[in-house]
Every structure is written in structure tokens, then in C-alpha cells.
């Protein structure tokens, strides 16, 4: 699995309360990313990182910030949770030789 | 920027059948192609991959698929079906040298096994 750890792993939260979702790795890899899966859609990236500090909008950005202050955690917040973000985030890392992505368990999140 | 369509959005089959999954891309440069694999209630596992050489690449479970560049596809093949292969399939790619190597997926694929 790669050492990738979410939390928390489901939450309910109303409308336009703010939400942190987190994603812990623990062997060090450069590259994080954000995703939402919907039915229908797949998923799509949110935002991305390639390092601490350095971060990058994805597909569907509005609505999400990310912060990454040291290499093993990203964060995903919902600064005022709407009911179109209801969703099933995962985290994912890439390997640093190779494109693969290996992904998180997922957080199941509700907006009511 | 790139894209990625799965033909078909269910498949049901009955065990030991075989069974394709049908994926094209678009892109404006070279690709690296995956296929994910997604069992209930839990997180996506790489089947398999394609980033350079020979073009039809082995995976996990007996899984395998080609790479057809000048059909852009990049299917998902199996011979013989279990029960156990039910699950979603999500198609990918990621530009090379695109910016952050980003993933694009295919909207799944339902492969249903029934006996």
C-alpha cells in the first residue's frame, strides 16, 4: 500500500463548515496528489505536489486548498463545504523512478 | 492535454469466459498507460503498465493488455474470468513531461463475473 495513511477515513459535515482532510506517507516520496471519485467521472485530480511548499491546481481546484509543510503529510481543506463536494477523496504518491501512482484508502466525506 | 474514453461502462460476463475491456486515449505527446483496478469499498490497485518497449504488458491476476499507438488503445484483456475479478477498472494516462506527471482517468469499466 505503499505506507499511505488517511484521516479521517468517513466524516458527515454540513454546509459551509470548513473540512481538513489528511494524507500521511511514510518512505519519503516527492510527489503527492489529491483526487475526487464520483460516479460517472472517474477520478480527477484536485491539486498535486512536487515537494514541500510547492503545489499545483489539478482539474477541479475551485473550492480546495492544499498546504504541505514537511514531505510525508498533504492536506486537503474545504474551506466552506458545499453539497457538490460530497465525494470519496484519495490520496495518491508517485514513485520517483516511474509514473506510478499508488493510492490511499480514502476518505468518504458527506455534506449535508 | 490528454484524455482518456472507456468504451464501455458495464460488462457482464460469466466465469471462465474471457473478457476484453476496451480503453482509447488522446493525447498531444508521448504516454505512459495504466489500468487500475478498484474492489468494493476500497482503493484503487495497479493492474498493470505500459511506459516503454515491448507493447503488450503482463499484470497482476492474469491480467494483460496492448498497446496500439496508432489506434491510441490500450485494452485490458483476460482469458478466463473468476468470480473474484468482479470490480471496477479505471483506464489512465499520464503525458511524459507533462507538468506534475499527472494521471487523467477513464470515467470505469463495471466487470461483472457471474457463475
Known amino acids: 500500500d505503499a505506507g499511505i495513511t488517511q484521516s479521517p477515513r468517513h466524516k458527515v459535515t454540513e454546509t459551509g463548515t470548513p473540512v481538513t482532510l489528511r494524507c500521511h506517507q511514510t518512505?519519503?516520496?516527492?510527489?503527492m496528489y489529491w483526487y475526487r471519485q464520483d460516479p460517472g467521472h472517474g477520478l480527477r485530480l484536485i491539486h498535486y505536489?512536487?515537494?514541500?511548499?510547492?503545489?499545483d491546481k489539478g482539474e477541479v481546484s475551485d473550492g480546495y486548498s492544499v498546504s504541505r509543510s514537511k514531505t510525508e503529510d498533504f492536506l486537503l481543506t474545504l474551506e466552506s463545504a458545499t453539497s457538490s463536494q460530497t465525494s470519496v477523496y484519495f490520496c495518491?504518491?508517485?514513485?520517483?523512478?516511474?509514473?506510478?501512482?499508488?493510492f490511499g484508502p480514502g476518505t468518504r466525506l458527506t455534506v449535508t | 492535454a490528454q484524455s482518456v474514453t472507456q468504451l464501455d461502462s458495464q460488462v457482464p460476463v460469466f466465469e471462465e469466459a474471457p473478457v476484453e475491456l476496451r480503453c482509447n486515449y488522446s493525447?498531444?505527446?508521448?504516454?505512459?498507460l495504466f489500468w487500475y483496478v478498484q474492489y468494493p469499498n476500497q482503493g484503487l490497485q495497479l493492474l498493470l503498465k505500459?511506459?516503454?518497449?515491448?507493447?503488450l504488458v503482463k499484470g497482476i491476476n492474469g491480467f494483460e493488455a496492448e498497446f496500439n499507438k496508432s489506434q491510441t488503445s490500450f485494452h485490458l484483456r483476460k482469458p478466463s474470468v473468476h468470480i473474484s475479478d468482479t470490480a471496477e477498472y479505471f483506464c489512465?494516462?499520464?503525458?511524459?513531461?507533462?507538468?506534475?506527471?499527472?494521471?487523467?482517468f477513464g470515467e470505469g469499466t463495471q466487470l461483472t463475473v457471474n457463475p
Open positions: 505500459y511506459l516503454s518497449g515491448s507493447t
Open positions: 505536489s512536487y515537494g514541500v511548499k510547492d503545489t
Open positions: 518512505e519519503n516520496h516527492r510527489y
Open positions: 495518491a504518491i508517485r514513485l520517483a523512478d516511474n509514473y506510478e501512482q499508488y
Open positions: 493525447s498531444s505527446v508521448s504516454v505512459y
Open positions: 489512465a494516462v499520464s503525458g511524459v513531461g507533462t507538468s506534475g506527471s499527472r494521471l487523467t
